[in-house]
């Protein structure tokens, strides 16, 4: 059994919220649980790593929240988050506080693949 929860965005709108909301409490549940989770952010996603950025994007359900306060939440429970090389070269190297680190293609292929790890993808 997986132990461990991979979960990259590089589709989802970095200005949806209520995609946003369900994929960082996904991953905040299953911390919680006791998995390892961590997120990728690449691609379109990745803007999110971008200071200012998430800071932008208010809740629906409560306008005074905002994506940034989803990922530092997640982050309390456990949630690593990691941004892609190529979207740094894209998006740029200011990030947020919470990014543990930027990544490569070759670790996002050999961390998706391990068969430890459950991937999903939004």
Not at 18 to 32: D, E, H, P, R
Not at 82 to 94: F, M, R, Y
Not at 101 to 113: F, K, N, P, Q, R
Request: net charge negative.
């Amino acid at each position: 059994m997986a132990r461990r929860l991979l979960i990259i965005m590089v589709n989802t709108d970095p200005r949806d919220a209520a995609a946003l909301c369900a994929l960082f409490m996904q991953a905040s549940v299953a911390a919680a649980m006791n998995y390892a989770v961590e997120i990728i952010l690449s691609g379109r996603s990745a803007e999110l790593a971008i200071k200012g950025v998430a800071a932008q994007v208010p809740l629906a359900d409560h306008p005074d929240r905002t994506a940034q306060d989803l990922i530092y939440s997640a982050r309390e429970v456990g949630v690593k988050l990691k941004v892609c090389a190529t979207s740094v070269e894209c998006w740029g190297d200011d990030l947020i506080d919470a990014i543990d680190g930027i990544v490569g293609g070759a670790y996002l292929i050999s961390e998706a693949m391990d068969g430890e790890t459950l991937t999903l993808t939004y």
